[in-house]
């Protein structure tokens, strides 16, 4: 049985209380932290031993930001699921959020403010005081803003949405610096461009895979990693067993076989960075069939001219049969959806062929109708221009610090020095740097690189707010709230941000003692922006049913309509030949980098359960290898375990081989995630990093990395290093043990039957009852019922407090 | 000749198979395989609702990894008509389980709402049931297990952590299916109602590929699915009588 | 001097056999104190280590869940079988041969029952809670499974030991008072109790013929079940190639096989280490021989019978398990099974052969190490092989379990090197009676002494 001290029993115990309650409470239990023996025969009103409470809050372990519903016992966290009310997650999560338990209670967390006691790169620290810390700090932060050198400073962070986001952006607007990044390497900036460019519209659409009945996705792993992967999931099962006699076709173009390439009804491999080239060979055959009769179809005929079967044959080396099998079967299976990611949109023509994907949904009429791709309103809070970096933006950071304009880098909840390639230079490019400053949870390969460690609170123990994106169709607003009482000497980074604004002197432009005050005084324009409803009567009210729902929406979708693209954008339509670098007789040999099912993009590491996670396609744990067609393998007298060196023109790893079924010949994949050199014990010394050998190719209209664009040469190195895998003999001998049906079956339409039946009506199992449950109007009860649901579902009496 | 009697009579309830004729409630799960994307959601789930030990590298690679449930791979062909069938594997709650006849000191047996129940303080390690169970769902805890401070404070609380030299297996989240019974008794109603509880894995699954219910209602959601002309049980030749539904994949494509 | 056993006389007998109870040389104690080293050397300290590490000491893992400690149970409890099985058979059957070497046989059976019940102990994940196993009355009116083959295996080896114990108890009787009428001192006082007051009159003869034969009459059928019942762990699950209704008497005759040749490996030591030259002679090796040649053609006929059937199941799981077993991983020990106990006793059609002691001794411990084989390759080959394939795995064995496999051996051996010292490992009055009566007249008598 776990080992736990009585102090921090009892100081977690602190933590208790209910939806909002809990949040002041906890506000409450900071500034003034219960140590005092809490005597058992008068528990704290809100704490019951031995009795489960629950708190809604957001994921935040991937951008998808599903709500998620914590389970608590006596002040700790204990299971983390999904928020049956939140539209996104409806209720489920996927493994890796489920491991967000894992951040909160790492054993490698940063317990307290660190100073560099050793050099620059590796892991020697001195403790320091918060006190020390943000004095110095914000001292220098004060004097480079009255200097006039406030644009020197620099602040790196992940993905960041909503009111933080806005938070930083005001602090640096104040700092006078323009140099606010958010780096994330599954960043979909591609994605943003080529609807920017098609649709007028750099937001993210919504793909209703659940309502589809044909989707063809060109690349995308989307039920394994891509956007969202839950929602995905849920869209995914439904379509295809929730309408009888209908089910969804999912077709899957892409050099090796993902999850989602697995689950499809249909694979296909492309010749890598062909795949845009595709998507044009199958509207062009749309066109030629008639199946779009739009004014601008002289437009469209001439450009996708060159498109003809056999030239688009030539290419991707899918035959022209399928082609127009694909063409087919997708213009006469309506709703569909056509959707684009991952190695396609991550090459030298990305966007191009991006591009070339919205094409499809418009050429069979899939925009703005359910079961294709629908509009999102503009995010109901946060910035409104994205910060997100691209490789080039990141390289310009690196030559900013090189060049000394930048004095002082923040960065927080962001790892690049692993997830660049080393060919960018950025890591070299912090020596330049005379002050990092390291916002975050963990001593990763970026921190290790910084001069001052200000230790953040993991997501389970800070106030936030988020907005999905993708969403939903509507609108949607998520707050999430701490669930435990921190358990170090570390602060949440809006809290961090607040405090340094506070000793600069900006009290008036940051008047908001903490995140938690901020967030409500920004909430308050929500509530009056939204729907009125007299039921709520006032901004209290509002903000206790929000907290304690989790989620917030308006539900209203934009209207369909009628889409036309502007005739310039047709008239540019158009993939081109991928490049790579590395030529192809020196290099014989695309490499395919994928985000692992459980350690993303090398984020899940650190987590235990991730690291044992058996991969989802081939059963390994704890290590990287490279997948080669068996053919490949054969040709090169390799076998599962034999190390080889895998030479790209910009560096070279060694992994072990492993024979996959399900690649093309010519591509080899890799997945990323393994390779840290620091992050804890869990992560450390396992697998490599293939991100190490990529080249710094950017995809010309975004500047984005296109990390499918590096050519490899294999060198066997003789040695042989034992996979560890939990699966066995992966063929089934005639032993009938997954079952095979005909199409014909009837459907097993039960629709998360568990949850319907346990809410009779509780909100956010369906998508509608969802949004309803998410809009403002009837939150309170939506949030009582949200977690009703929950307590349901699991039979734990909850206790509620009514504020 | 009472004695006898007694004894005969005895007799005649011990032979019964399962001990139970008739369930209290009949807890079955199907598995919708057209559904199930192989995306080990429910893996993590059950890993995280009870306590299963994180190994670490060598014991797995020794073959002693511990997850209850695990997604099973086959492929099928060559490439590229290449295809990959993903199924979820753990307990299947036979109703004529192998393990159970095998347990010298039945510490595992079948409960009165139809579980394969695993009693680890009652269990001497003898991993005889671990053989006879053919879903090969049964993982032995081949040495005490540690989590690193202060992971172990996400423990679940209603599970125990199991020790050295016990055997331990998918329960179907039997303290959940506790926790609604007790709150269905407390509300002066006489049955758990369909819904009122999920296994961990069947609460987390992103594509709904999971149902769990009692079988003994007919109304209930896992009753319809089994209706379903596409269940079937896994290795039904060997007449284990699984609790397990699963439902066939959808091959599209096939005549 | 080399006598022929003809030659012997009724005091000589006497002699000899007290001789080897308490004339103990330095070479006796030297084997003992290696013996008892190695025994807690290389059982008792990785045992320990065990239980304080758990069951990972040893190589297995999922799904292969059972290894060599099964295995070697299986071996010891085997080897048990001629032991006290023979004696009861020659005992009825009136063979002569049966006098010499019956005594050592059984303490054969009890020593590899008293081993076997220890690898039950090393085997079980918590040998702290095994009486849980034993149907004792309590409280909480917990009882074990009697559906289960283990509990029938408990049932069945208990009934088993007390039954040989008694047995060769029973039968050294005579001997203990011959004994005790010819020691001194704490030796004196030992025989005194262990001979229940043995005065040899009639009556006493008569009744100890009486309940010697009944005991061995019951024995028989109970040693043939011991066996049956372990078979059945394995028989009664549906573990292909496990799964077979030809176990129970597969498993027979396997232990008397590798019980024969243990007994030849014993006879010989016996007789080199202990002189019993002129007691243990030729015919006993002839006549273990041929009975060695019988039982591996039976053995040999079982394990075709079991390939076969596996093969004409013409069953995905079944021809896989057979496919593992004669060419996977394990192949080369199933082929050394082969050569060990199917080929090379052939060698015993020939008398030559048969009377030749080292060769003898060489081809039962052959015997006996394809006869573990046999036993490791059960447990090992079904259980990496069963329904699933993508559970499918491997198992080797630890260091740990290699070394409690060697102890066991070396305790073994400690047993009998204590046994050889308490009882006349030869049956006096027994071997008296395939002498010739003595001639009247003290000659002889004085002649001996
Ligand atoms: N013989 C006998 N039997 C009785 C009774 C009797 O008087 N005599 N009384 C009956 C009654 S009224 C009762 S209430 C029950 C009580 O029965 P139990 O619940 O068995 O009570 P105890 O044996 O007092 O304590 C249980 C265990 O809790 C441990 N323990 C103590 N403090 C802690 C703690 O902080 N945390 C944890 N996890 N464990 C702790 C103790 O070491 C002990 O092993 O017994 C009943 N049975
Ligand atoms: S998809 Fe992303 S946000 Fe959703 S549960 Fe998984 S990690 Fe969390
Ligand atoms: S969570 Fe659901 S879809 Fe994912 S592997 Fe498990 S059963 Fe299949
Ligand atoms: S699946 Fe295995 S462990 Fe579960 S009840 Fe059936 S035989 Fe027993
Ligand atoms: S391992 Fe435990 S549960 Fe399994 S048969 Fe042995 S005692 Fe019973
Ligand atoms: S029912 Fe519960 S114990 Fe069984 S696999 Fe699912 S989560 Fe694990």
Partial sequence: MPNVDRRNFLKLVGAGGVGAGAGFMLSESRKHPVEHLVPYPVPPEEFSPGIATWYNSVCSMCSAGCGISVRTREGRAKKIEGNPAHPVSQGRLCALGQSGLQALYNPDRITGPLVRAGRRGEIEFDPTTWEESFAELANQLELMRTAGRGGGVALLTGGVRGHLASLLELFMGWLGSDQLLHYDFNHPATLYAANERFFGESNLPYYDIENSRYVLSFGADFIGHWLSPVHHGLGFGRSRQARDGDRGRFVQIEPRMSLTGAAADEWIAANPGTEGVLALGIARRIVDQGGYQGTDLDAWQAALDGYAPDAVAEQTGVLPDTVARLADSFAETQPGLAIGGGAPANHSNGVDALVAVNALNHLVGNIGVEGGVIFNPPPAFGPEASRHASLARMLELAEDARAGRIELLIVSNTNPVFNLPEASGFAEALADIPQIVSLSSFLDETTAHADLVLPSNTYLESWGDDTPSPGVGFRVGAVSQPVVEPLYDTRATGDIVLELAHRMGLDLAFPWPNMEEYLKYSWREVWSNGTPDPSIPDFDTFWTSVVRAGVWGDETRAPGGEFVPDAGVVEGIGVGAPEFAGAEGEFPYALHPYLSNGLHDGRGANLPWMQELPDALTGVVYGTWIELNPETADELGLSDGDVVAIESPAGAIEAPVLVYPAIMPGVVAMPIGQGHEEYGRYAEEHGVNPINVLAAETEPATGALAWAATRVRLVPTGGRADLVRVSGEARELGREIVQIADAGTPAAAVNAPAVAAAGAGAPGVRLASGARAAAGIDAPTAGAEAATANTRLNSIPITVVNT | ?255 | MQRRHEDIKFADVNNDIVRSLVETGPRYYVTLAIAVLITLACFFFPWFYQLYYGIGAAGMNHPTVWGTYLASFIFWIGLSHSGTLLSCVLHITNSEWRKAMYRSAEAMTLFSLMVAAMMVMVHVGRPWFIHWALPYPNQMELWPNFRSPLMFDVMAITTYLTGSSIFIYMGSIPDFAAVRDRTTGWRHHMYVLLSLGWRGTDTEWHRLGWAYTFLAVLIIPLAVSVHSIVSWDFAMSIVPSLHQTIFAPYFVVGAIYSGTAGIVTVMFVLRKYMNFEHYITKVHFDNLGKLLLALSLIWTYINVVEVFTGWYSNDSAELESLRYKLFGFYAPLYWEMILFCAVAPLLLISKRFRTSFVPMLILSIAINIGMYTERFLIVGTSLSRQYLPDSWGVYVPSLVEISILVGSIAMFCTLFLIFVKIFPSVSIYEVKETLPAPDEGKTQWQATH
């Fill in chain 2, 1 to 255: 000749m009472s004695l006898i009697d007694d004894f005969l009579a005895r007799w005649h309830e011990y032979r019964r198979p399962g001990y139970y004729e008739e369930f209290d409630y009949h807890w079955t799960m199907t598995v919708d395989l057209d559904r199930c994307t192989g995306c080990e959601a429910c893996v993590t789930a059950c890993q995280a609702e009870n306590n299963t030990p994180i190994v670490g590298e060598d014991a797995i690679a020794r073959g002693r990894h511990m997850q209850w449930m695990r997604i099973e791979r086959y492929w099928e062909g060559e490439y590229p008509d290449v295809k990959l069938r993903a199924i979820p594997m753990f307990c299947q709650h036979c109703d004529a389980a192998p393990c159970e006849t095998v347990c010298p000191v039945s510490a595992t047996y079948h409960n009165q709402d139809g579980l394969n129940a695993q009693i680890y303080n009652r269990c001497i390690g003898t991993r005889s049931c671990a053989v006879y169970c053919p879903y090969e769902v049964r993982y032995f805890n081949y040495n005490n297990h540690h989590w690193d401070e202060p992971l172990d404070q996400q423990l679940n609380p209603d599970v125990s952590v199991r020790e050295k030299g016990v055997m331990e297996k998918c329960t179907f989240c039997i303290q959940r299916i506790r926790q609604a019974k007790d709150a269905a008794k407390d509300d002066g109603r006489r049955r758990v109602q369909d819904g009122e509880v999920q296994p961990a894995c069947v609460q987390t699954c992103p594509t709904e590929a999971l149902v769990f219910g009692d079988r003994k209602d007919p109304d209930s959601a896992v009753s319809q699915m089994l209706g379903n002309e596409r269940a079937y049980t896994v290795l039904e030749e060997l007449n284990t009588d699984p609790s397990v539904v699963y439902l066939k994949k959808v091959d599209a494509d096939a005549a």
